[in-house]
Protein backbone atom coordinates (compact mmCIF):
# COMPACT_ATOMS: atom_id res chain seq x y z
CA UNK A 1 0.00 0.00 0.00
CA UNK A 2 1.12 3.45 -1.40
CA UNK A 3 -0.72 6.34 -0.39
CA UNK A 4 0.35 9.53 -2.30
CA UNK A 5 -0.21 13.62 -1.28
CA UNK A 6 0.29 16.20 -4.07
CA UNK A 7 1.08 19.82 -2.17
CA UNK A 8 1.68 23.23 -3.80
CA UNK A 9 -0.48 24.16 -5.93
CA UNK A 10 -1.99 27.82 -6.21
CA UNK A 11 -3.15 30.71 -8.27
CA UNK A 12 0.03 31.96 -10.21
CA UNK A 13 0.46 34.76 -12.52
CA UNK A 14 1.33 34.03 -16.20
CA UNK A 15 5.35 33.90 -16.29
CA UNK A 16 5.54 32.67 -12.63
CA UNK A 17 6.61 29.49 -11.05
CA UNK A 18 4.93 26.73 -8.73
CA UNK A 19 6.56 24.09 -7.37
CA UNK A 20 4.68 20.73 -7.33
CA UNK A 21 5.64 18.17 -4.33
CA UNK A 22 4.41 14.77 -3.70
CA UNK A 23 4.92 12.88 -0.60
CA UNK A 24 4.98 9.01 -0.94
CA UNK A 25 4.32 7.14 2.23
CA UNK A 26 3.37 3.11 3.10
CA UNK A 27 6.27 0.37 2.75
CA UNK A 28 8.26 -0.05 -0.06
CA UNK A 29 7.99 -3.21 -1.48
CA UNK A 30 9.70 -2.58 -4.53
CA UNK A 31 11.27 0.13 -6.59
CA UNK A 32 8.87 2.51 -8.15
CA UNK A 33 9.39 4.82 -11.27
CA UNK A 34 7.16 8.18 -10.86
CA UNK A 35 5.16 10.81 -12.82
CA UNK A 36 2.57 13.64 -13.35
CA UNK A 37 -0.31 14.41 -15.26
CA UNK A 38 -2.97 17.03 -15.24
CA UNK A 39 -6.83 17.42 -16.63
CA UNK A 40 -8.17 20.29 -17.40
CA UNK A 41 -11.55 21.20 -17.14
CA UNK A 42 -13.24 19.65 -20.58
CA UNK A 43 -10.41 17.99 -21.17
CA UNK A 44 -8.65 14.35 -20.91
CA UNK A 45 -6.16 13.33 -18.04
CA UNK A 46 -2.53 14.39 -20.03
CA UNK A 47 1.15 13.33 -19.47
CA UNK A 48 3.40 15.64 -18.46
CA UNK A 49 6.05 13.88 -16.97
CA UNK A 50 7.86 11.18 -15.64
CA UNK A 51 11.00 9.90 -13.56
CA UNK A 52 12.54 6.78 -13.82
CA UNK A 53 13.14 5.04 -10.10
CA UNK A 54 16.76 6.24 -10.59
CA UNK A 55 16.05 8.99 -11.40
CA UNK A 56 18.62 9.01 -14.54
CA UNK A 57 15.74 9.08 -16.71
CA UNK A 58 12.94 11.72 -17.54
CA UNK A 59 10.44 12.02 -19.92
CA UNK A 60 8.67 15.27 -20.93
CA UNK A 61 5.38 16.18 -22.94
CA UNK A 62 6.34 18.23 -25.77
CA UNK A 63 3.95 21.40 -24.10
CA UNK A 64 6.00 21.37 -20.95
CA UNK A 65 9.33 20.91 -22.24
CA UNK A 66 11.90 23.35 -21.05
CA UNK A 67 9.31 24.76 -18.90
CA UNK A 68 8.95 22.06 -15.96
CA UNK A 69 11.63 19.61 -14.77
CA UNK A 70 10.86 16.75 -12.70
CA UNK A 71 13.11 15.01 -9.67
CA UNK A 72 12.87 12.76 -7.16
CA UNK A 73 14.29 11.83 -4.29
CA UNK A 74 14.01 8.27 -2.93
CA UNK A 75 15.53 8.80 0.48
CA UNK A 76 12.69 11.02 1.39
CA UNK A 77 10.30 9.28 -0.54
CA UNK A 78 9.16 12.55 -2.44
CA UNK A 79 8.96 13.50 -6.19
CA UNK A 80 8.66 17.15 -7.33
CA UNK A 81 7.77 19.00 -10.45
CA UNK A 82 9.10 22.58 -11.09
CA UNK A 83 6.85 24.26 -13.02
CA UNK A 84 8.85 27.78 -14.38
CA UNK A 85 7.40 30.24 -17.33
CA UNK A 86 3.49 29.21 -16.46
CA UNK A 87 1.19 29.69 -19.25
CA UNK A 88 -2.52 30.17 -18.55
CA UNK A 89 -3.21 26.74 -20.54
CA UNK A 90 -0.99 24.97 -17.57
CA UNK A 91 -4.16 25.47 -15.69
CA UNK A 92 -5.63 21.87 -14.39
CA UNK A 93 -5.62 20.21 -11.77
CA UNK A 94 -2.14 18.22 -11.31
CA UNK A 95 -1.96 14.13 -10.35
CA UNK A 96 1.59 12.28 -9.16
CA UNK A 97 1.49 8.61 -9.77
CA UNK A 98 3.69 5.81 -8.82
CA UNK A 99 3.88 2.70 -10.73
CA UNK A 100 5.78 -0.03 -8.50
CA UNK A 101 8.18 -3.11 -9.41
CA UNK A 102 9.72 -0.54 -12.17
CA UNK A 103 12.33 -0.93 -14.02
CA UNK A 104 15.08 1.08 -12.43
CA UNK A 105 16.19 3.08 -15.42
CA UNK A 106 12.71 3.50 -17.89
CA UNK A 107 10.37 6.58 -17.07
CA UNK A 108 6.80 5.52 -17.59
CA UNK A 109 4.53 7.96 -19.61
CA UNK A 110 1.15 5.66 -20.26
CA UNK A 111 -1.77 6.25 -17.48
CA UNK A 112 -2.07 2.42 -17.16
CA UNK A 113 1.55 1.14 -16.17
CA UNK A 114 0.89 3.60 -12.92
CA UNK A 115 -0.72 1.71 -9.71
CA UNK A 116 -0.99 4.53 -7.91
CA UNK A 117 -2.39 7.74 -7.71
CA UNK A 118 -2.96 10.77 -5.34
CA UNK A 119 -5.62 13.25 -5.18
CA UNK A 120 -4.29 15.84 -7.49
CA UNK A 121 -3.54 19.62 -6.75
CA UNK A 122 -4.98 22.46 -8.45
CA UNK A 123 -2.77 24.83 -10.60
CA UNK A 124 -4.49 27.86 -12.30
CA UNK A 125 -2.58 30.70 -14.19
CA UNK A 126 -4.13 33.91 -14.62
CA UNK A 127 -3.67 35.84 -17.84
Known amino acids: QVQLVESGGGLVQAGGSLRLSCAAS????????AGWFRQAPGKEREFVAA????????NYADSVKGRFTISKDNAKNTVSLQMNSLKPEDTAVYYC????????????????????WGRGTQVTVSS
Open 97 to 116: AAKIGAYIGRAYYTQGDYDY
Open 51 to 58: ISWSGGKT
Open 26 to 33: GRAFSTYA
